[in-house]
């Protein structure tokens, strides 16, 4: 339908010679996306209230948001995120913006869902550092967080299934459409400049959409971090061989989506790439033998710039009070 | 205006014996407070920006928002703040909602205003523990920050004035009209019930009014903290005695605003007093040599919680990206 408004508003301002853009971004590796149609718009908002309560947290100091900060692409711009009580994590802190696209979630997949994901920071000791008991008593205890759980799941004896679902909920929504690329593949040519298209070519022709394609540019598989030279690195992450343990596992990562990669510097699983001129020429040299000169950087480098979405755009969510029944943060204790 | 208009629509829906609630309204020790109306739109876009961007800490994890936290009434919720590395802080962390209307700045006063308390923290090596002059310099590595200061101010060589003033005119919006309180006070009659009125009654008999009055219910004078008897704390911290270093200063803190107390726990320099309840029988022994019954204080309780208005609601700013130039954040540096 889109495709066919589109062909006929073109032809209608009398383009002459019309490439055949519609066809030919059919059949480019990158398909755009579209912004999400939340079905439960009550979940979505008890989720996005979740996401940004530090109360999940032992120290009541510590949100989702602190280190997937909706204001700064979803991540935290860190190379290893800070936990609680400044706990220096083990990996860069991955961006949740289209992260519903993920075949599966973390550098090393081992959640399948988003709903399956969520639990795991909030009682993770060097993240949240606290119980799915304790969080879910926190939110028990005040009123009109059990009238909200009551509203969107019909009960308001709440467990940590439904904090979940409502966190995933929300996450479903953060998706980025409209960046200048889909605008490029939806056929506006003025969209993207010589440079930006010509990085593109590069990024196909050299191979980089063998592992980055489909809608979220990456996110549908799992790869080596290493192809054609092993990735020299102080982390000590292995990515799937710590779930599978099969040598063949090793240094197989999620490949990461690249939308608004512009925001989630610094890159790769251990933060190590400050820039994203660093990023590409690592990912050329490593994954295909490939040594881009400068120029040929710049280009893939402004392409991938591209990339950078709508952004969600949300009221800050005003979060009810504790009472004298919630437990207390322990911001100090051992 | 809006008084001789509310008269009318009184006498026009034909309310017979309608008390004098306006003449009354004005005769009270506390006045209602209006939105703020901006002066300088992109001004106050641009202090948002910089309240929420954890870049102007060493870190680049904490902002004034951490602390502040405008989805939780504006402040942080704990006894003591956590500042840079998990430095725990010596004193409670007061809202910033309404703090344009305090007499200064700080528990005890020492920044006369915003634009002068704004700079204060940045450069707190146990709050953000960043320089002035390297949190300009972040600022000034990134384009569209360049632009916006460039648009607020006519240039785009940044300096800490300026990013305090950006700051200080967004909290000046930051300001909570319309509480159930208000309304009453505007001559809605219905708008708070009976045990609220009878608790409002009971804070003005009891001697509350005497520092807590104006428009901020507090926040226009500094007194002693233990009038009656001296407060017991662990805290160090000796209010303007600390300024002046006159004896007669000696625990003299400024009188709290209590507009959106209900939000803003736990309570005291100290955070010592978790509820509200607490606070208030902690007053009234200390200040006033009273103590309440249980419905006494439950009554002033209620009162308390009709002072919560409504919440500055606006969209979470999208920061700009980092550039190649943006020094890089120092999470867990010495
Ligand atoms: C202390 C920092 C921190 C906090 C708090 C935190 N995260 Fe994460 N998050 C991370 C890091 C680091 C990873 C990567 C871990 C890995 O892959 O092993 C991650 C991974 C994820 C992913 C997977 C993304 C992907 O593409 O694989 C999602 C989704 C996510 N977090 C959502 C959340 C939610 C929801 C919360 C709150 C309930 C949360 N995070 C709290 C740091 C944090
Ligand atoms: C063989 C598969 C493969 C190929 C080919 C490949 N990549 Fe990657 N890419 C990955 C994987 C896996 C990662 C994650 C590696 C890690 O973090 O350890 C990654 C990470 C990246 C990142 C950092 C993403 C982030 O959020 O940290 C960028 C940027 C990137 N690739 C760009 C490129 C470009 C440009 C090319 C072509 C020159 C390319 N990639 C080719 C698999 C591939
Ligand atoms: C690490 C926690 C922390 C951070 C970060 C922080 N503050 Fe504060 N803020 C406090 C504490 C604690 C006080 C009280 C200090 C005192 O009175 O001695 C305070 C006091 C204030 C006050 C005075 C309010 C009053 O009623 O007296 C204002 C206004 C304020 N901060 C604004 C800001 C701004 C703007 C920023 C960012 C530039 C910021 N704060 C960053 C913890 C923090
Ligand atoms: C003599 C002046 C004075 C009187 C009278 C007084 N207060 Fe206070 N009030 C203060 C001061 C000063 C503080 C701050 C004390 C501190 O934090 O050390 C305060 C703090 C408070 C707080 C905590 C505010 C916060 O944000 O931490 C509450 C609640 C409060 N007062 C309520 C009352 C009530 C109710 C009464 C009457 C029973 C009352 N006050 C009488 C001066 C007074
Ligand atoms: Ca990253
Ligand atoms: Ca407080």
Redesign the pocket.
């Known amino acids: 339908m889109i495709m066919r408004a589109l062909i006929i508003s073109l032809l209608s301002v009398g383009t002459i010679a019309a490439p055949p853009v519609m066809a030919a971004a059919a059949d480019e590796p990158i398909q755009p996306i579209e912004a999400a149609k939340p079905k439960n718009e009550n979940m979505v908002e008890l989720g996005k209230m979740l996401f940004f309560d530090p109360r999940l947290s032992k120290s009541g100091f510590i949100s989702c948001n602190s280190c997937h900060n909706l204001s700064m692409g979803g991540s935290d711009n860190l190379p290893s995120s800070i936990g609680h009580k400044w706990h220096q994590g083990p990996i860069?802190s991955?961006t949740v913006l289209n992260s519903s696209m993920n075949l599966a979630q973390f550098?090393d997949g081992r959640a399948k869902t988003l709903k399956d994901q969520a639990g795991g920071p909030i009682a993770n000791p060097g993240e949240m550092a606290f119980s799915h008991e304790l969080a879910v008593g926190v939110l028990q205890s005040i009123p009109q967080y059990r009238n909200r759980f009551k509203e969107v799941f019909g009960s308001d004896k709440i467990d940590i299934g439904m904090v979940t679902d409502a966190i995933a909920a929300f996450e479903e929504t953060l998706v980025t459409p409209d960046s200048r690329f889909d605008k490029w593949l939806k056929g506006d040519k003025a969209a993207i400049n010589q440079t930006e298209r010509e990085g593109y070519n590069l990024?196909k022709d050299?191979?980089?959409t063998?592992?980055?394609n489909g809608a979220a540019v990456?996110g549908a598989s799992?790869?080596?971090?290493g192809?054609m030279e092993p990735?020299k690195t102080k982390s000590k992450a292995e990515g799937r061989f710590a779930i599978t343990g099969k040598d063949a596992d090793r240094m197989m990562?999620?490949?990461?989506t690249?939308r608004n990669?512009e925001l989630?510097y610094p890159?790769?699983?251990?933060g190590a790439?400050a820039s994203?001129e660093d990023?590409?020429n690592t990912?050329?040299r490593l994954?295909?033998g490939?040594n881009?000169t400068k120029d040929e950087n710049a280009k893939?480098v402004a392409f991938?710039k591209t990339l950078t979405g709508k952004q969600p755009q949300f009221l800050i969510p005003i979060l009810p009070p504790s009472t004298k029944e919630t437990p207390k943060p322990k911001p100090f204790d051992d």
Do not use: E, S
């Open positions: 860069n991955p550098w990024f050299a191979g980089c063998g592992c980055h990456g799992f790869q080596k971090m192809v990735y990562f999620k490949v990461p690249l990669i989630t890159y790769f699983h251990d790439a994203l990023a590409v990912m050329g994954q295909l490939r881009f893939i991938l």
